[in-house]
């Protein structure tokens, strides 16, 4: 079963940055896609951005457009979300996510398929 | 407000059948398949239902899920306790050009 383990939560000032990790295991990590989705506390789920298997393709969120950048390194399974300029309507648990369909990403089958256990982020003065 | 709408709670005794519905449009529900998750409190999401209609491995036939023109739906049949919980929708939206949820359903088993 596919294993995916997030790090690098905490507390941060408005308008910092911080940089999430997550750590892939017991899949071909470089094979799929991958997403960033968030969950406010006590609010719903909201995708915050995916990337390719391959990092040629980003997508965002508009709420996170400009502001975060997804990335990956294939030689160490690592997916990473920096997120600069942050806003306490930022704070929320960060889940990565892997992308249901194997190769590229087809608009519409790259659904979220094994989640990690998520990362909490507070944004607060 | 979420792009896909779904009731913010329902309810049903054990053994019940309940359908849970997700409301949205053109740009997604209608030209992309619908994903259901399940969200078991303090949780991480888990899949449930991909593609509109399929289970993955693991997920129990009470489960199932149809798509009619702009909504889609998720049934449970043989309601037991530990289905209760949160329970969201997802699609790609083209106009969007972006994956959407809805709000999210709150099942409670009386």
């Known amino acids: 079963q596919a294993q995916l383990v997030e790090s690098g939560g905490g507390v941060v000032q408005p308008g910092r940055s911080l940089r999430l990790s997550c750590a892939a295991s017991?899949?071909?990590?470089?094979?799929?896609?991958m997403h960033w989705v968030r969950q406010a506390p006590g609010k719903g789920l909201q995708w915050v951005a995916l990337?390719?298997?391959?990092?040629?393709?980003?997508y965002y969120g508009d709420s996170v457009r400009g502001r975060f950048t997804i990335s990956r390194d294939n030689s160490k399974n690592m997916l990473y979300l920096q997120m600069n300029s942050l806003r306490p309507e930022d704070t929320a648990v960060y889940y990565c996510?892997?992308?249901?369909?194997?190769?590229?990403?087809?608009?519409?089958?790259?659904?979220?398929?094994?989640w990690g256990q998520g990362t909490m982020v507070t944004v607060s003065a | 407000q979420s792009v896909l709408t779904q009731p913010p709670s329902a309810s049903g005794t054990p053994g019940q059948r309940v359908t849970l519905s997700c409301s949205g449009s053109?740009?997604?529900?209608?030209?992309?398949?619908v994903y259901w998750y399940q969200q078991l409190p303090g949780t991480a999401p888990k899949l449930l239902i991909y593609?509109?209609?399929q289970r993955p491995s693991g997920v129990p036939d009470r489960f199932s899920g149809s798509r009619s023109g702009t909504s889609a739906s998720l049934a449970i049949s043989g309601l037991r306790a530990e289905d209760e919980a949160d329970y969201y929708c997802?699609?790609?939206?083209?106009?969007?050009?972006?994956?959407?949820f809805g709000g999210g359903t709150k099942l409670t088993v009386l």
């Open positions: 996510a892997k992308s249901l369909l194997r190769g590229g990403i087809t608009h519409g089958l790259n659904a979220f398929d094994i």
């Open positions: 017991t899949f071909t990590f470089p094979a799929y896609a």
């Open positions: 990337i390719s298997s391959d990092t040629t393709n980003e």
């Open positions: 053109r740009s997604n529900i209608v030209s992309y398949y």
């Open positions: 593609r509109n209609n």
């Open positions: 997802a699609s790609w939206d083209d106009s969007l050009r972006g994956w959407v």
